[in-house]
T-cell receptor
Framework: DTEVTQTPKHLVMGMTNKKSLKCEQH?????MYWYKQKAKKPPELMFV???????INESVPSRFSPECPNSSLLNLHLHALQPEDSALYLC????????????FGPGTRLLVL | GESVGLHLPTLSVQEGDNSIINCAYS??????FIWYKQESGKGPQFIID?????DKRQGQRVTVLLNKTVKHLSLQIAATQPGDSAVYFC????????????FGTGTQLKVEL
C-alpha cells in the first residue's frame, strides 16, 4: 500500500483566516514533505521532515507553518495568506530521508480570496 | 543554476503507438531519477526510477533510458492507451544531503483514439 491521504480536498479561505492542511500515511515512512504546485507547473518543495524533525525549509514565508505531530501525520498551518498562495498543496512521504522514492497524496486545492 | 527540463511540452500519439517522453538534465552529479505521471486533479504517481549506474530499466509497458554522456533521460511507453493521457514529470535527486527532488517542466501526453 503506497497511500498518502490529504484533507481537505478543497479549501477556500480569506486572507485573514487561519486554516490547516492535513496529511497522513501508514506505510511506516519516516520522511514527509510539503510541495506547492501552481497550474501547469511542476511541484516545488517547501518543507522536509525526517524522523519528525524539520530538516529542510526552502525559504518558505512564515505564513506557512509546518508541524509533524508524529511519524504518520504532517500538518501545514496557514495564516494571513495572499491570493498568490492559491495552488495545489501536495504531501509526500518516503521510507526515510535518504530513500529517494517519494509517494504523493492527491493534494489539497487551496483558493485564497 | 542547474535544472531539469523537457524538450516537448505536449506530445500527441495515436492509441496503440509507442510514446517517448524526453528530459534533459544539467547536473552531472545527479545519481537518481524518477518519472511521475500526474492526471488532472490528482497528485503525481510514481512510474519508474533509475540510478546513474544503470542505462536502462524496464517496468510494465514502460522503459526508462539514461544517457549520462549527453545528460538525457527518456520514458518510453509501449502501446499507449487512453489512460496514459496525463502530464509526465521527470525528477532529479539533488546530490548532497537531504532528499530533495527537482522536477522538470513536464510534458502533456495526449492519446488520440
Amino acid at each position: 500500500d503506497t497511500e498518502v491521504t490529504q484533507t481537505p480536498k478543497h479549501l477556500v479561505m480569506g486572507m485573514t483566516n487561519k486554516k490547516s492542511l492535513k496529511c497522513e500515511q501508514h506505510m511506516g515512512h519516516r520522511a514527509m514533505y510539503w510541495y506547492k504546485q501552481k497550474a501547469k507547473k511542476p511541484p516545488e518543495l517547501m518543507f522536509v521532515y525526517s524522523y519528525e524533525k524539520l530538516s529542510i525549509n526552502e525559504s518558505v514565508p512564515s505564513r506557512f507553518s509546518p508541524e509533524c505531530p508524529n511519524s504518520s501525520l504532517l500538518n501545514l498551518h496557514l495564516h494571513a495568506l495572499q491570493p498568490e498562495d492559491s495552488a495545489l498543496y501536495l504531501c509526500a512521504s518516503s521510507q526515510d530521508g535518504t530513500q529517494e522514492t517519494q509517494y504523493f497524496g492527491p493534494g489539497t486545492r487551496l483558493l485564497v480570496l | 543554476g542547474e535544472s531539469v527540463g523537457l524538450h516537448l511540452p505536449t506530445l500527441s500519439v495515436q492509441e496503440g503507438d509507442n510514446s517517448i517522453i524526453n528530459c534533459a538534465y544539467s547536473n552531472s552529479a545527479s545519481d537518481y531519477f524518477i518519472w511521475y505521471k500526474q492526471e488532472s486533479g490528482k497528485g503525481p504517481q510514481f512510474i519508474i526510477d533509475i540510478r546513474s549506474n544503470m542505462d536502462k530499466r524496464q517496468g510494465q509497458r514502460v522503459t526508462v533510458l539514461l544517457n549520462k554522456t549527453v545528460k538525457h533521460l527518456s520514458l518510453q511507453i509501449a502501446a499507449t492507451q487512453p489512460g496514459d493521457s496525463a502530464v509526465y514529470f521527470c525528477a532529479e535527486k539533488q546530490p548532497g544531503g537531504g532528499n530533495k527532488l527537482t522536477f522538470g517542466t513536464g510534458t502533456q501526453l495526449k492519446v488520440e483514439l
